[in-house]
């Protein structure tokens, strides 16, 4: 009997006013034994999902990681961004994948067996570690994105619409990092 891969994919980002989109496709060496500790990345702290990610990344059969632009945001709506970036993360896997299963209620146009699986990233091990991989990669672009823009206090808030966000972009304008399609970044440009 051969072995089915089983790709899990998921987003990170598609809330925030600032920053790339990520998405991160997994495929697990075993999904019936996953990792100790995996889960959506949203319930563990980001001590924990810093502490799996490598070992995610050690132990899958096959990883990617993938992102789409501020520009493609907002050129193409971050839905379809959100899709280009899973798609985009599949097709660098170096293995492809018998079936892919993807968070949420929307699948990416890849080709291949493709199923949306509505809390996913709760019940599937291949999502979960998506989950996670997509989540410490937008992470750690957020923090160098950080290192150039300081006045946003990206670090604190990775982009999203926080009060403090949304005082910094009054305070000191919109940057060419800021998503320009979303609402309270489009009316400070008006």
Known sequence: MTHRLVCG??????????GPVYAAAVILLDAGRPLQGLADSKKLSE???EQLAPRIREQALAWSVAFASVDEIDALNILQATLLAMRRAVEALNLIPDEV??????????G???RA???GDS?????????????TARDAEMQRLHALYPQYGLDR?????TADHLAALRRHGVA??????FRPVRELLT
């Open 47 to 49: 001590r924990s999902r």
């Open 9 to 18: 994919v998921d987003e990170a980002g598609r809330g925030p006013l600032a």
């Open 117 to 119: 699986v509505i809390r």
């Open 112 to 114: 291949l067996p493709v």
């Open 157 to 161: 808030h990775k982009g999203y619409p």
């Open 123 to 135: 019940t599937v091990a291949a999502i979960s570690a998506a989950s996670v991989l997509a989540k």
């Open 101 to 110: 299963l993807v968070d949420g209620t929307q699948c990416p146009n890849i």
């Open 176 to 181: 060419e990092i800021h998503r320009r399609s």
